[in-house]
């Protein structure tokens, strides 16, 4: 039966997109066929209204073993003989209607990316944003949300290393949940996505096909609303025990060198792994869908083509090979079932019970194949008048900066995330080095190496909104300051692009000037991008959300000796600052948050004097002349300085400067800054040492826990601890 | 002396108690299957360790389905012949579950999964980490949702009485306060043996504090005490 315009156009495809599949395919779509294009068409598989721009950020660097898009995770060369696979992808929609299977399916999903290529993830990370944390909404999405990681990721026996959560109005109805997952993997024990081979057979493994998820892929690619709940069978379900014995089962049936190809099923399922892996090997597929393992009796081809069911993967095993692999996925209780087999002609042919109820050409599905390819216009946003037309001027500098900073430290997005970050498992693996030994960038040992990984996410939508290219160039440039405080060199990144509508210019702006913004960064640093995620339709009712490009990166420490610390060690040694004091409170927490301006430019930024001054963090480390580091970001100097002081209850006292506000000497944002300490015996080999960069001694740590500043007493550090680890927990029980 | 890890299919402490065994505490350790039942390689002096994770998913009662599996009817009879038997977290659940040990592990009084460090302490007594320890106040990272551990009157006196409790939740400084217990135990009991002191489990994370990488090797004494 052929299916009409009004189907297609409820499926999310446009006119002219079916108008195309008619031409591809010579003849009129049936529904099935329908169903599976506007899936693999829509913008989270095709990347259509993105690809474009995509393409332009810098792809290449010596250490990438896989180009970014053309597996599901990025890989890169960690040194030894081994590879780092990672990846970053969000879970927005599913996680603003039913938070906990959201987010629980989320770290689900990009856990299969990373083990689909042969590697095992060793760390996760999440990047969350939310309304203000006062709204009841807030409170449900929070709780549901941390619980959600935390079942999936406790129970699969992966770390949750680290991560960010920001509070702001416009993620009020629209919250974002980005999940990344860091995974290690022996060169040459890799698979590719993949499939050749006429004649070998194709096997669905994992839990059975259920009608959960159908259509999950059109439901990312809408604008989000009150009456989103209504369409709840969108969201998937998750099974973190499944995905533990399928991860096990996998890296185990790798080893046999029979598969050919490996895929996870995530959007899109069974239409996605097949055309997928049948368009990059350039052959076609037989698949008979009534041989899939279902949860339920009756389901229909098209369902079964589009359920999103969790914990699938399709294998392409090498004919006669198919025991052995069959064996292995028996010793861990998994379906392992023939569904098909591997044609020379590049057509995907699904059978129902003998009968062909759909034909499609592989590579007319898919990215960079057949899939639209659009350009989108894009004007300059017209709140940027309001951004431009903000003078530092019109606020005093206010006379109790104690009572402003006191503000700062109580705002959810600064405090303490505790409350989060304990209900998550951070040790299993006993790789996670910074329980003990806290640092700006999560460090990971790995076993019987020398080696460790550092793993960052970082992005201050705020900046991006104010200034989208130099918003985009700071979330690069404050991951890779992460990470060199860390101790690790900066490898590559991969990026969870979160924006509003694509159709909307202004919004179109901000994401191609986030690009240009992460690509200057990234040419800078030296961190490639490997690969990520486009998520558009973010925004409701109120508008778009923030533009928030979040950015995962990778670091890697030669040796787990050259590991930083962000803790004063020692009382009586002296607090220098990296860099540069500037006049700036733009876009800061302090005149957002406390001043109550929404509109003002984006803090200072120079690459040169970024790079620069991470150059000499790095240098400091090797030469041993520094006791601690931890970079100046979202609050400002004063709440670094706190951070640096709370782990061990050691004080500081620091002089500030009349040649700039004072507010903005305490709280201003401007980047590209480092707090660090240095024993007093090495203070003239410290300075000696930056002698090519700025840099100012600020003052001492101190004996007694006592904070002072300009010789005033502003309380002990004890005290300051006790109310920033509590502020979550205290307004989630108000 | 040998210890043996049991590998169960949601096992996810299996393999960082092999690497603090073997790479921290130079010791041999064998793999066990779940579904394998042959234990004729391990004597009476050897140890056998059912680690953390979540066996079988634990969508029941956190160890209620790995008790019946092939490989915990052959621990059982270990452990009846005297053999060393040592549970961690999930581990201590199931020992619970098994009858091996008494009592059982509840949710958490707080209803939330916890993972941070904890200070605990032994108190002495005739068992061998009661021996090893000393008194000492060790600092042992916990990682659990369902870790109250709950028991009648008469079976907690006779826990008391026996000292078969081998570690209390404690402060920093060895008080044992009701702040410094991380799930709401009874009598902030966070391990115990079984009244032949064969039969060792606990919720904290001995394997978690093994590390010189990790800046905590509290947990060595316990597993050492475990391997003489």
């Known amino acids: 039966m052929q299916a009409t315009l009004d189907q ?50 810098p792809r290449d660097g010596e250490r990438l073993l896989v180009k970014a ?183 185990e049936a790798i080893q046999t060198r029979s598969i050919i190809g490996m895929q996870d099923m995530g959007a899109a399922g069974i239409t996605c792994s097949t055309s997928e892996m049948s368009a990059k090997g350039e052959h076609g597929m037989i698949i008979h869908l009534d041989k899939v393992p279902t949860r339920q009796a009756n389901m229909k081809a098209w369902e079964m083509l589009l359920s999103e069911s969790q914990e699938r993967m399709l294998v392409v095993i090498k004919k006669g090979e198919e025991q052995g692999i069959i064996d292995i996925f028996t010793k861990w209780d998994i379906h392992c079932v023939q569904i098909g087999e591997v044609t020379k002609e590049p057509i995907l042919k699904f059978y129902m019970h003998d009968e062909l109820v759909a034909e499609v050409p592989a590579e007319s599905m898919v990215l960079g194949g057949g899939a639209p390819v659009y350009e989108r216009e894009y004007t300059r946003p017209a709140y940027f008048d309001k951004i431009e037309a903000f003078d530092s001027a019109s606020i005093p500098v206010p006379s109790d900066l104690l009572g402003v900073a006191k503000q700062l430290a109580n705002l959810p997005s600064i405090a303490s995330k505790r409350w989060v970050y304990e209900q998550y498992d951070s040790m299993v693996g006993i790789g996670t080095t910074n329980t003990n030994a806290p640092s700006d960038a999560s460090v990971i040992r790995l076993h019987n190496t020398e080696k460790a990984l550092a793993a960052t996410t970082d992005c201050n939508s705020r900046y991006v909104f104010a200034d989208p290219y130099k918003g985009g160039m700071i979330a690069v440039s404050e991951a890779a300051r992460n990470l060199v405080c860390s101790g690790a060199t900066p490898v590559a990144i991969t990026n969870c692009l979160n924006f509003g509508n694509p159709y909307n210019p202004e919004v179109y702006y901000q994401f191609v000037y986030a690009l240009k913004g992460m690509s200057d960064a990234c040419l800078k640093h030296g961190t490639p991008v490997t690969g990520g995620n486009v998520s558009f339709y973010n925004q409701s009712e109120d508008g778009p959300v923030y533009p928030t490009p979040t950015i995962g990166m990778l670091g890697v420490l030669d040796s787990i000796n050259d590991k930083m610390t962000l803790d004063f060690k020692t009382t009586d040694s002296l607090i220098y600052m990296l860099g540069t004091h500037k006049d700036d409170i733009h876009c800061s927490d302090y005149l957002h948050h406390i001043c109550g301006v929404t509109h003002s430019p984006a803090p200072s930024i120079d690459l040169e004097e970024e790079f620069a001054v991470q150059q000499k963090v790095l240098s400091l480390i090797k030469n041993k002349l520094i006791l601690s580091a931890h970079d100046v970001a979202d609050g400002g100097l004063f709440i670094t300085l706190l951070e640096s002081a709370m782990p061990n209850g050691i004080g500081f006292a620091i002089q500030t400067s009349d040649a700039i506000r004072k507010d903005a000497y305490l709280f201003g944002e401007a980047q590209s800054r480092v707090v660090v300490s240095v024993a007093k015996e090495h203070q003239a080999a410290f300075e000696a040492h930056c002698a090519a960069i700025a840099f100012d001694l600020l003052g001492t740590t101190t004996a007694s826990g006592a904070i002072e500043i300009d010789a005033a007493s502003w309380g002990a550090v004890a005290d300051w601890k006790n109310n920033y680890d509590s502020v979550i927990e205290n307004q989630l029980a108000s | 002396m040998k210890f043996g890890v049991i590998v169960f299919p949601g096992s996810n402490c299996d393999r960082d108690m092999l690497h603090a065994l073997q790479d921290d505490l130079q010791q041999e350790v064998i793999m066990l299957w779940h579904k394998d039942s042959d234990l004729s390689m391990f004597t009476t002096d050897d140890c056998i360790i059912l680690p953390g994770g979540f066996s079988y998913g634990d969508y029941l009662r956190c160890g209620a389905l790995a008790r019946f599996s092939p490989m915990m009817e052959q621990v059982i009879a270990f452990a009846n012949r005297g053999g060393k038997v040592f549970g961690v977290c999930n581990g201590f659940q199931i020992l619970c579950e098994s009858g091996l040990l008494p009592g059982v592990l509840l949710q958490n009084d707080h209803q ?31 990682a659990h949702g369902e870790g109250r551990y709950f028991a009648d009157d008469a079976t907690i006196a006779s826990l008391e009485a026996n000292h078969q409790v081998i570690f209390r939740y404690c402060d920093e400084q060895g008080n044992v306060t009701k702040e410094s217990n991380p799930n709401g135990a009874i009598n902030n009991i966070a391990g115990i043996c079984n009244s032949t002191k064969n039969v060792f489990g606990m919720m904290p994370h001995p394997e978690r504090a093994c590390s010189d990488a990790l800046h905590n090797i509290d947990g060595r004494a316990i597993l050492q005490a475990l391997s003489n």
């Not at chain 1, 010579?26 to 068409?41: D, I, K």
């Not at chain 1, 009608?211 to 989103?228: H, M, Q, T, V």
């Open chain 1, 8 to 57: 297609a156009i409820k499926l999310g495809l446009r006119e002219e997109e079916f108008e195309a599949i008619k031409k591809v395919l010579g003849r009129t779509p049936n529904f099935t066929e329908t169903a599976m294009y506007s899936v693999m068409w829509s913008e989270h598989c095709s990347y259509k209204n993105s690809i474009k721009w995509l393409k332009t950020l």
């Open chain 1, 69 to 251: 898009g053309e597996e599901n995770a990025g890989l890169v060369d960690i040194g030894d003989g081994m590879g780092c696979v990672f990846k970053i992808e969000s879970h927005n929609h599913p996680s603003a209607i039913e938070p906990f299977q959201g987010a629980a399916t989320g770290v689900g999903g990009i856990h299969r990316d990373i083990f689909t290529m042969g590697a095992r993830p060793i760390a996760s990370l999440n990047s969350l944003r939310f309304g203000k944390l006062e709204n009841p909404k807030t409170k449900h999405l929070l709780k549901g949300v941390v619980k959600g990681i935390g079942h999936y990721g406790n129970c699969f026996g992966v770390p949750t290393v680290g991560g960010e959560i920001y509070f702001e109005d416009c993620y009020q109805t629209n919250p974002l949940v980005n999940a990344m997952s860091v995974g290690i993997v022996k060169a040459g024990d890799t698979v590719s996505a993949t499939s050749y081979g006429e004649g070998n057979p194709v096997f669905i493994v994992g839990a059975a096909t259920g009608k959960d998820g159908i259509g999950g892929a059109s439901f990312a690619s809408a604008d989000i609303s009150e009456n989103s709940a209504e369409q709840l069978p969108s969201v998937q379900v998750g099974d973190p025990f499944e995905e533990k014995k399928l991860l096990e089962a996998c890296l």
């Open chain 2, 112 to 142: 939330k999964f916890v993972c941070k460090n904890v200070y605990i302490k032994n108190e002495g007594g005739d068992n061998r980490i009661a021996q090893k320890i000393a008194q000492k106040t060790l600092k042992i990272p916990v």
